[in-house]
């Protein structure tokens, strides 16, 4: 497997555009993670889903942020508008379960900058 | 809900050295614990992890990790760092009783290796 896929790796935005993120997971893993690495405030959890429903969003910023997950094999993380202040990091992860959280396998990660 | 506190922020070594990067969690009845390295400009990978068993858990590269109850601790080690360990590590903790919960990370530890 390619592992964790995540396009595009670089994006450079204008302020108040949207942007569009998106990861594909491993296939057959059944949880997907979106998290969003900062210098201020590390690696932050954004919103996760469990076969493909999210399970829980309270780590999505604000509004302007939202994620779908409309088939097991791809998600994507909108942010609309954007502002400077998402510039960021963002990370996708995906992990096979059973009972518990084990291992979760990482994207590259999609480096944005909003001007 | 989880937290894990990396107390170094930045560790600068020299080369073939003992290095230990330090990792507290809040105490819960059972968790998961594990280490992650991030190299430049890539996602996070797995250095090893702890679920149960033995406490003390050797994972990629030469690190090993002993998880501490008594001291809420799980700290990282390896007796020989070489260059190529410049990288930040990751401390992560998952709460195991209550069953499938997010990883959640702390702020990271620079290590830096010098020659």
């Known amino acids: 497997d390619a592992g964790v896929i995540q396009s595009p790796r670089h994006e450079v935005t204008e302020m108040g555009q949207e942007v569009t993120l998106r990861c594909k997971p491993i296939s057959g893993h059944d949880y997907l993670f979106w998290y969003r690495q900062t210098m201020m405030r590390g690696l932050e959890l954004l919103i996760y889903?469990?076969?493909?429903?999210?399970?829980?969003d309270s780590g999505m910023p604000e509004d302007r942020f939202s994620a779908k997950m409309p088939n097991a094999s791809f998600s994507t993380l909108k942010i609309q508008p954007s502002e400077p202040r998402d510039s960021a990091v963002y990370f996708c992860?995906?992990?096979?379960?059973?009972?518990?959280?084990?291992?979760?396998?990482f994207g590259q990660g999609t480096r944005l900058t909003v001007v | 809900a989880q937290s894990v506190t990396q107390l170094d922020s930045q560790v600068p070594v020299f080369e073939e050295a003992p290095v230990e990067l330090r990792c507290n969690y809040s105490?819960?009845?059972?968790?998961?614990l594990f280490w992650y390295v991030q190299y430049p400009n890539q996602g996070l990978q797995l250095l090893l992890k702890?679920?149960?068993?033995?406490?003390l858990v050797k994972g990629i590269n030469g690190f090993e990790a002993e998880f501490n109850k008594s001291q809420t601790s799980f700290h990282l080690r390896k007796p020989s760092v070489h260059i190529s360990d410049t990288a930040e590590y990751f401390c992560a903790v998952s709460d195991g009783y209550s069953g499938n919960t997010p990883l959640v990370f702390g702020k990271g530890t620079r290590l830096s290796v010098i020659a």
């Open positions: 702890y679920l149960s068993g033995s406490t």
């Open positions: 105490s819960s009845v059972s968790v998961y």
């Open positions: 992860a995906s992990s096979l379960l059973g009972p518990r959280v084990t291992e979760a396998f």
């Open positions: 889903f469990n076969n493909n429903v999210p399970i829980d």
